[in-house]
T-cell receptor, first 111, second 111 residues
Framework: KQEVTQIPAALSVPEGENLVLNCSFT??????LQWFRQDPGKGLTSLLL?????REQTSGRLNASLDKSSGRSTLYIAASQPGDSATYLC??????????FGAGTRLTVKP | EAGVAQSPRYKIIEKRQSVAFWCNPI?????LYWYQQILGQGPKLLIQ????????DSQLPKDRFSAERLKGVDSTLKIQPAKLEDSAVYLC?????????FGQGTRLTVV
């Protein structure tokens, strides 16, 4: 069974800082890994998807990396803004489409 | 492209009552997921469908929860009877290929 862990559980930073969110998983036989953002009371918005054959993906100020062999992914946010405040979730999908989530990192960016 | 539709958005019921949630996935998406997200936690997979067949329901409390996906399109998730600990957001997601897309969720409060 795939176990997904996210560290830290919560993070508070001043505006403008670069930050890294971590996701680890126990079964390296994955199909892909997807990072989501969740605002309070809302559904999940997809940020980045990394296929199992890829090592990183970039979108604007976001960069996600994947190291399958060590069971880790990181989400790097550059020049953080108050609008980045949200919960960030990683989801790991296996080849049978089984998709499991971590508990999330709650990010607060202070103006 | 229309997203994943869920209804109702909110539901308040008394314990021991029954409730049903509805999900309409993105057209053509073969994989459909139901997740339970308790406040402060990551989404927990309840059931995964591939077309109208169940792929994984190992975490579905089958004594009180049931789900179906007739004709491989819409899906309903039912709880009967509800308990206080069922209070959560119920998220539906669909997927075709790499990306998964989520609905806004149904927030259930059991009193």
């Amino acid at each position: 069974k795939q176990e997904v862990t996210q560290i830290p559980a919560a993070l508070s930073v001043p505006e403008g800082e670069n930050l890294v969110l971590n996701c680890s998983f126990t079964d390296s036989a994955i199909y892909n890994l997807q990072w989501f953002r969740q605002d309070p009371g809302k559904g999940l918005t997809s940020l980045l998807l990394i296929q199992s054959s890829q090592r990183e993906q970039t979108s604007g100020r976001l960069n996600a990396s994947l190291d399958k062999s060590s069971g880790r992914s990181t989400l790097y946010i550059a020049a953080s803004q108050p609008g980045d405040s949200a919960t960030y979730l990683c989801a790991v999908r296996r080849w049978n489409n089984d998709m499991r989530f971590g508990a999330g990192t709650r990010l607060t960016v202070k103006p | 492209e229309a997203g994943v539709a869920q209804s109702p958005r909110y539901k308040i019921i008394e314990k021991r009552q029954s409730v049903a949630f509805w999900c309409n996935p993105i057209s053509g998406h073969a994989t459909l997921y139901w997740y339970q997200q308790i406040l402060g936690q990551g989404p927990k997979l309840l059931i995964q469908f591939q077309n109208n067949g169940v792929v994984d329901d190992s975490q579905l409390p089958k004594d009180r929860f049931s789900a179906e996906r007739l004709k491989g399109v819409d899906s309903t998730l039912k709880i009967q009877p509800a308990k206080l600990e069922d209070s959560a957001v119920y998220l539906c997601a669909s997927s075709l290929g790499q990306l998964a897309f989520f609905g806004q969720g149904t927030r259930l409060t059991v009193v």
